[in-house]
């Protein structure tokens, strides 16, 4: 079912339950309201028929002194010794009659709440549906710019390479490598942005350990210290992965000398910490790395804790289970 259609249905049904509620209590308080309105008129008929015994009656009221049984007059009150009775059908046909209107109004109000509702979603689901399209266009315009402009430029850095040896030719390359992995992260995730991916059980080790031998061809200087076990969460692999990603790329990339990577859990969380040494040749970075690990965290019900110390760097990541 399209998503306009579901929203229009779910958006009636809950103004319908709405007035339905509305419309009892309305009904009861106009019910008794007849019932204290015809209760007044009896009386004030009464006083009327006290004084002017010929005074006529509207039609759906009697009185007579003693008691009589009509099966088309109901006893509504007795006052002193005169009993007061009202036609059967009056007290219903008055409230059929707000009924029909009132249900009428209801109909014209819901339809038109509906109609009112319907376009509305569907023009933002058109401006929505523009700006996506927009974005896919400008996101691959610049994937395709991008992936050229790496792939010329490893191909330089491979040239430089077969004439000269520098440590710093080498950093350049490491950074060109780190960068190519999460280009093709990143253009991944964009790639299937929208589209319906289910949460399903992932093994964290399993997730950790393929990224790792990514870093570890990059930066095998790096001394990798793991204390993984098989644990197991529920969410989207996409999302789950980039998080991943983003917090090894940033303990690898603003590590000194080793990073520790350890995994626990218990009945209702999974803990994943990464703790790293500080290298003091790394300037200070705006964080958006893990700006972006919190937002995806919450899309799959994780916190994310961070400690600096004089030495070393702790990232603790806490997933529902």
Not at 43 to 68: G, H, N, Q, S
Not at 163 to 192: A, G, M, P, T
Not at 224 to 246: C, G, H, P, Q, W
Request: hydrophobic share 40%; net charge positive; aromatic share 14%.
């Amino acid at each position: 079912m399209r998503f306009d259609l579901k929203a229009s249905i779910t958006f009636t049904v809950i103004v319908v339950i709405g007035f339905v509620v509305l419309n009892s209590v309305s009904f009861l308080y106009y019910k008794e309201g007849i019932k204290i309105s015809l209760l007044k008129e009896a009386k004030a008929y009464y006083e009327l028929k006290k004084k002017e015994p010929l005074f006529p009656l509207p039609y759906y009221l009697k009185m007579y002194k003693e008691l009589i049984l009509q099966d088309d007059f109901v006893p509504l009150i007795k006052i002193e010794d005169t009993n007061v009775y009202v036609k059967r059908d009056y007290i219903e046909r008055k409230f059929n009659n707000f009924f029909i209107n009132i249900f009428l109004w209801d109909v014209v109000i819901i339809f038109t709440l509906y109609i009112f509702f319907y376009f509305t979603i569907l023009r933002y689901i058109k401006k929505e549906t523009e700006i996506k399209s927009i974005l896919e266009i400008f996101t691959l315009s610049i994937s395709h710019k991008l992936g050229n402009f790496l792939s010329i430029n490893k191909m330089n850095i491979e040239l430089l390479k077969s004439k000269c040896k520098f440590r710093e030719l080498e950093r350049i390359e490491q950074s060109y490598n780190l960068l190519e992995k999460d280009f093709i992260n990143v253009s991944s995730f964009l790639r299937n942005i929208g589209k319906t991916d289910k949460k399903r059980v992932l093994n964290l080790r399993t997730l950790i350990e393929r990224h790792l031998n990514e870093f570890q061809s990059i930066f095998p200087e790096k001394r990798i210290i793991l204390s993984l076990r098989d644990t197991y969460v529920k969410a989207e692999e996409d999302k789950l992965s980039l998080i991943i990603f983003n917090l090894l790329e940033n303990a690898f990339k603003y590590s000194d000398s080793f990073i520790h990577i350890k995994t626990c859990q218990n009945k209702r969380k999974v803990t994943l910490s990464i703790r790293n040494d500080i290298s003091t040749n790394i300037k200070r970075t705006t964080g958006i790395g893990l700006e972006i690990v919190t937002k995806l965290l919450k899309d799959i019900g994780g916190v994310l804790w961070k400690k600096a110390r004089k030495d070393t760097y702790t990232v603790v990541v806490l997933i529902n289970r």
